[in-house]
């Protein structure tokens, strides 16, 4: 199973629903949405409030293994009602089986990062329920430009892909301050963030995870990026390849004037899958890089790098980044 969030915000503890009746605490985890001035769009889950608290440096293998099964094993609330809140607009959506809504907003929108916050939930009986909000942000960029797409695992997380036994038991006994990077990762990504690329992480990891790895990448210094991970319900959840090329598809129609960077490593299928991103949308991948992590050959025109101050000097020859830049790569350990 491969690693991979809502976003270390304020949690706000909201209360609704007749008095009397009998109600059971909720979680509504937002996402991180995003799009451009002409539209955008907000997702996230409710689920049952398991009530975990966050990882803390003392925590023993006991209790990172509780947490993490807790969030495997989560309880959806099928076919919630919620009514989201964003930019001074509320709108009431469905969740479906597995908990997960979805808020399409259209045109114009103001560009920034916006608070986005829920209002109202109850179950598909019409019952009202106490709930927490976990919130995410809605960022809306400029309508064109350039954009990162990236991979997660053994792209900017170590994970082990050549030993599944050894991964499968990182996953389930560590935390999101024990998830280790690649020295230079973090500073190339800031440099990406401060040149205005938008950058969106897409993976096949459980949404399961998704606090868990947005708090691994906050901990390691990451910009804030939204995540687009895989739904655990899905009897497909091995395959990577449809799936992905979905989600990058979705990716493009929500930013459809910009060229992408793309991120990814060679575990497993990246190379293939963004082999044919380039062919499904000609002129828009500006550059391909690979990170190595096993023997599997990239694919023509893809840049394979080994380090990220070796990507980064790729990343320099071809003007992507400044000399500034690169040796804030180089010298990040």
Same mark, same amino acid.
């Given at each position: 199973?491969?690693?991979?969030?809502?976003?270390?915000?304020?949690?706000?503890?909201?209360?609704?629903?007749?008095?009397?009746?009998?109600?059971?605490?909720?979680?509504?985890?937002?996402?991180?949405?995003?799009?451009?001035?002409?539209?955008?769009?907000?997702?996230?889950?409710?689920?049952?409030?398991?009530?975990?608290?966050?990882?803390?440096?003392?925590?023993?293998?006991?209790?990172?293994?509780?947490?993490?099964?807790?969030?495997?094993?989560?309880?959806?609330?099928?076919?919630?009602?919620?009514?989201?809140?964003?930019?001074?607009?509320?709108?009431?959506?469905?969740?479906? =089986?597995? &908990? !997960?809504?979805?808020?399409?907003?259209?045109?114009?929108?103001?560009? #920034?990062?916006? /608070?986005?916050?829920? @209002?109202?939930?109850?179950?598909?009986?019409?019952?009202?329920?106490?709930?927490?909000?976990?919130?995410?942000?809605?960022?809306?960029?400029?309508?064109?430009?350039?954009?990162?797409?990236?991979?997660?695992?053994?792209?900017?997380?170590?994970?082990?892909?050549?030993?599944?036994?050894?991964?499968?038991?990182?996953?389930?006994?560590?935390?999101?301050?024990?998830?280790?990077?690649?020295?230079?990762?973090?500073?190339?990504?800031?440099?990406?963030?401060?040149?205005?690329?938008?950058?969106?992480?897409?993976?096949?990891?459980?949404?399961?995870?998704?606090?868990?790895?947005?708090?691994?990448?906050?901990?390691?210094?990451?910009?804030?990026?939204?995540?687009?991970?895989? =739904?655990? &319900? !899905?009897?497909?959840?091995?395959?990577?390849?449809?799936?992905?090329? #979905?989600?990058? /598809?979705?990716?493009? @129609?929500?930013?459809?004037?910009?060229?992408?960077?793309?991120?990814?490593?060679?575990?497993?299928?990246?190379?293939?899958?963004?082999?044919?991103?380039?062919?499904?949308?000609?002129?828009?991948?500006?550059?391909?890089?690979?990170?190595?992590?096993?023997?599997?050959?990239?694919?023509?025109?893809?840049?394979?790098?080994?380090?990220?101050?070796?990507?980064?000097?790729?990343?320099?020859?071809?003007?992507?980044?400044?000399?500034?830049?690169?040796?804030?790569?180089?010298?990040?350990?």
């Amino acid at each position: 199973m491969r690693l991979v969030a809502v976003n270390l915000a304020a949690t706000v503890l909201l209360a609704s629903g007749p008095a009397g009746a009998r109600r059971k605490p909720v979680v509504v985890q937002i996402y991180d949405g995003f799009g451009t001035p002409l539209q955008a769009r907000v997702w996230g889950r409710v689920l049952e409030d398991e009530g975990q608290p966050p990882p803390r440096a003392g925590d023993g293998w006991y209790r990172k293994l509780k947490r993490n099964v807790k969030a495997l094993e989560s309880d959806e609330l099928p076919r919630a009602v919620v009514q989201i809140q964003v930019l001074d607009r509320k709108q009431r959506v469905v969740a479906d =089986d597995e &908990g !997960l809504f979805e808020v399409q907003l259209k045109g114009p929108l103001p560009q #920034g990062t916006h /608070a986005v916050s829920a @209002q109202f939930v109850a179950d598909r009986k019409g019952k009202q329920h106490r709930f927490r909000v976990e919130g995410g942000k809605l960022m809306v960029w400029p309508a064109s430009g350039l954009a990162v797409i990236s991979d997660i695992d053994d792209t900017v997380l170590r994970t082990g892909v050549g030993n599944k036994l050894k991964m499968a038991r990182r996953v389930m006994t560590t935390s999101a301050l024990d998830l280790e990077t690649y020295p230079g990762a973090p500073a190339l990504y800031r440099a990406w963030h401060r040149r205005g690329y938008p950058i969106v992480f897409v993976s096949g990891s459980p949404v399961n995870l998704y606090l868990k790895l947005s708090a691994f990448l906050a901990h390691r210094k990451f910009p804030r990026a939204p995540l687009m991970l895989k =739904d655990f &319900g !899905l009897k497909d959840l091995t395959e990577q390849k449809a799936y992905k090329l #979905g989600q990058i /598809a979705r990716v493009v @129609q929500l930013l459809p004037g910009y060229c992408f960077i793309l991120v990814g490593d060679d575990g497993e299928q990246d190379p293939t899958i963004y082999e044919e991103v380039g062919r499904r949308y000609k002129g828009k991948v500006e550059l391909v890089l690979i990170h190595h992590v096993a023997d599997r050959p990239v694919l023509g025109g893809q840049l394979r790098f080994s380090s990220y101050a070796e990507a980064a000097r790729q990343l320099r020859q071809r003007k992507k980044i400044d000399d500034a830049e690169l040796k804030q790569v180089e010298q990040e350990r």
